[in-house]
């Protein structure tokens, strides 16, 4: 397997990780409960990466896999009066992945990032390697150093 560029934007920054392989089901109602299920890890170290739009601009959110995002507090965070989800093909063209397979690193566009807090509380955390059934396993201060990533509560 050839590497993604999230892969390559962890490498360049000579960051650790460490990479971890699973079945993707495309028919899971949850690519993130399922990843978590498929590695055994808990769904609050698995993280998701939703595409949003604050305001019209584009932004990520990185939050654990079996919690909801609230678009009140993503775009309090962005300094935005509103957000909501990113079309799949907006989302697809503006980070030049595929849909269960979005990394927060390595995005064809750079764009404001937001991490739920709650996960820097754990040692490692699961982020999506920038493929289908592949993940990253990072410290989570790399999402807020590499990603210049604000934290904050963003789940409902």
């Known amino acids: 397997m050839a590497a993604t560029r999230a892969i390559a934007a962890l490498e360049a920054a000579g960051v650790g990780y460490t990479l971890h392989r699973y079945d993707y089901d495309p028919a899971a109602d949850s690519v993130g409960l399922a990843a978590a299920a498929a590695l055994g890890i808990e769904p609050a170290r698995m ?85 289908r059934g592949l993940q990253l396993e990072i410290a989570p201060a790399v999402l807020v150093d590499l990603l210049g990533a604000k934290a904050g509560e963003i789940v409902a």
């Open 47 to 131: 993280l998701k990466t939703l595409m949003l739009l604050a305001d019209g601009k584009p932004a990520c959110a990185v939050l654990p896999s079996d919690a909801s995002l609230s678009m009140k507090r993503a775009a309090a965070l962005l300094g935005a009066k509103a957000a909501k989800m990113m079309p799949p093909a907006d989302a697809e063209r503006m980070t030049g992945y595929k849909v269960g397979g979005i990394s927060p690193f390595g995005q064809l566009k750079r764009v404001p990032v937001l991490v739920e807090a709650a996960a820097l509380g754990h040692a490692r955390v699961f982020v999506n390697g920038g493929q």
